[in-house]
């Protein structure tokens, strides 16, 4: 049963699920090898488990989803991952690009572009083409990304309008402007699976006042039953702020 029809029965009244949820996507290296298998077939299905959730979060209603495909630190892995990794989100963006239309569901990739390979770089043009067009569900997915890079990319690009004199006011609202999530609300609820407890420099401007919810299952066992479970967690974190008012 779907949380909120939970609520509605138990008589709590309906929650609306966070709108934004943020995840790092950590065990699937662990995954592969408890069943003998290579890396590679841990991020495939990794993969899997990334199309399961973002299908499910648009189905509950979820807004947004932010995930952790690949950090500026995943370029210390070996070549052969790195690449397998890299055709995996390949073949993700060329899929999206196909049906993002006709499923409404958009993907918009963050993160430093620049090491990325040509392939890759042009797959995101098309895919950002297409996104513009269509409304709806949006699943934004960080590949070769940092928090701290990213905060230190929208300073440079504040100080670049400072110069031409179209910078606006600095506060904290003008400068969330500058950052990828320009336009978007913040992550209400961050998952990370895999049994470690840190953000790992993953939005780290954006999860100031985030809940956090952090799980031993590995990724590519995280399904719509754990997506529940994180859900009902967030629920009862803001029924006890309610509280507390
Ligand atoms: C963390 O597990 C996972 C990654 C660094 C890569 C995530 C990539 C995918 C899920 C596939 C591509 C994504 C999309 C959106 C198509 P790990 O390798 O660190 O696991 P471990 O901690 O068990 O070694």
Same mark, same amino acid.
């Given at each position: 049963?779907?949380?909120?029809?939970?609520?509605?029965?138990? $008589?709590?009244?309906?929650?609306?699920?966070?709108?934004?949820? =943020?995840?790092?996507?950590?065990? /699937?290296?662990?995954?592969?090898?408890?069943?003998?298998?290579?890396?590679?077939?841990?991020?495939?299905?990794?993969?899997? !488990?990334?199309?399961?959730?973002? *299908?499910?979060?648009?189905?509950?209603?979820?807004?947004?989803?932010?995930?952790?495909?690949?950090?500026?630190? *995943?370029?210390?892995?070996?070549?052969?991952?790195?690449?397998?990794?890299?055709?995996?989100?390949?073949?993700?963006?060329?899929?999206?690009?196909?049906?993002? +239309?006709?499923? &409404?569901?958009?993907?918009?990739?963050?993160?430093?572009?620049? =090491?990325?390979?040509?392939?890759?770089?042009?797959?995101?043009?098309?895919?950002?083409?297409? =996104?513009?067009?269509?409304? $709806?569900?949006?699943?934004?997915?960080?590949? /070769?990304?940092?928090?701290?890079?990213?905060?230190?990319?929208?300073?440079?690009?504040? !100080? @670049?309008?400072?110069? *031409?004199?179209?910078?606006?006011?600095?506060?904290? +609202?003008?400068?969330? $402007?500058?950052?990828?999530?320009?336009?978007?609300?913040?992550?209400?609820?961050?998952?990370?699976?895999?049994?470690?407890?840190?953000?790992? *420099?993953?939005?780290?401007?954006?999860?100031?006042?985030? @809940?956090?919810?952090?799980?031993?299952?590995?990724?590519?066992?995280? &399904?719509? =039953?754990?997506?529940?479970? !994180?859900?009902?967690?967030? /629920?009862?974190?803001?029924?006890?702020?309610?509280?507390?008012?």
């Amino acid at each position: 049963m779907s949380p909120a029809k939970k609520d509605i029965e138990a $008589g709590r009244g309906p929650i609306a699920p966070p709108r934004h949820i =943020a995840i790092i996507m950590d065990g /699937n290296g662990r995954w592969a090898k408890s069943r003998g298998l290579p890396r590679s077939a841990g991020h495939s299905a990794g993969a899997e !488990a990334f199309r399961t959730i973002a *299908n499910y979060c648009k189905a509950i209603g979820v807004k947004w989803l932010t995930v952790y495909a690949f950090s500026t630190e *995943n370029w210390k892995r070996s070549a052969d991952e790195i690449s397998w990794i890299m055709s995996l989100l390949e073949k993700y963006l060329l899929e999206s690009i196909e049906k993002m +239309e006709r499923d &409404g569901m958009r993907l918009v990739i963050y993160g430093d572009e620049s =090491a990325l390979s040509p392939r890759l770089r042009s797959l995101m043009d098309r895919a950002r083409d297409v =996104a513009e067009h269509v409304e $709806g569900f949006t699943a934004n997915v960080c590949v /070769n990304y940092g928090g701290r890079a990213e905060i230190l990319r929208a300073a440079k690009r504040y !100080a @670049e309008d400072y110069v *031409n004199h179209s910078a606006p006011e600095l506060t904290e +609202e003008s400068f969330s $402007g500058y950052m990828y999530t320009a336009g978007l609300p913040e992550p209400e609820l961050l998952i990370r699976t895999g049994g470690e407890k840190r953000i790992s *420099n993953f939005l780290l401007w954006q999860l100031a006042y985030t @809940e956090m919810y952090f799980t031993d299952t590995l990724w590519p066992d995280f &399904g719509p =039953a754990e997506l529940d479970k !994180a859900i009902e967690f967030f /629920n009862g974190r803001q029924r006890r702020f309610g509280a507390a008012e």
